[in-house]
């Protein structure tokens, strides 16, 4: 499976972005489609999951502001992303794989990080 990432970009404090998430090759074998993000200096965390039967879940540091969606028939994913923080700002990374456990999504691929930076 391959993913191309894209939505990225500058936005202020309480702005919003739509990531989207591409995927493409063996589509058939994804279950879960998720986020993560990196900041600078800091490891890779788990933003939101979401499964083929559109079951989503959240890190607690997002809940309530953004927002994971899951289109089946163009096999993409989205990350709207509302009242936006500066401690948003990292490189947020698509996943997609066959399994979903209990630190994320698994046995699957990586998409191209897309960097969003939240001014204060």
């Known amino acids: 499976v391959q993913l191309q990432a894209s939505g990225g970009g500058l936005v202020q404090a309480g702005g919003s972005l739509r990531l989207s998430c591409a995927a493409s090759?063996?589509?058939?074998?994804?279950?879960?489609m998720g986020w993560y993000r990196q900041a600078a200096g800091k490891q890779r965390e788990l933003v939101a999951t979401?499964?083929?039967?559109?079951?989503?879940n959240y890190a607690d540091s997002v809940k309530g502001r953004f927002t994971i969606s899951r289109d089946n028939v163009k096999n993409t994913v989205y990350l709207q992303m509302d009242s936006l923080k500066p401690e948003d700002t990292a490189v947020y990374y698509c996943?997609?794989?066959?399994?979903?456990?209990?630190?994320?999504?698994?046995?699957?691929?990586w998409g191209q990080g897309t960097l969003v930076t939240v001014s204060s």
């Open positions: 996943a997609a794989g066959s399994e979903l456990t209990g630190e994320g999504v698994a046995s699957g691929s």
């Open positions: 979401i499964t083929m039967n559109k079951i989503a």
């Open positions: 090759g063996s589509v058939f074998r994804i279950f879960a």
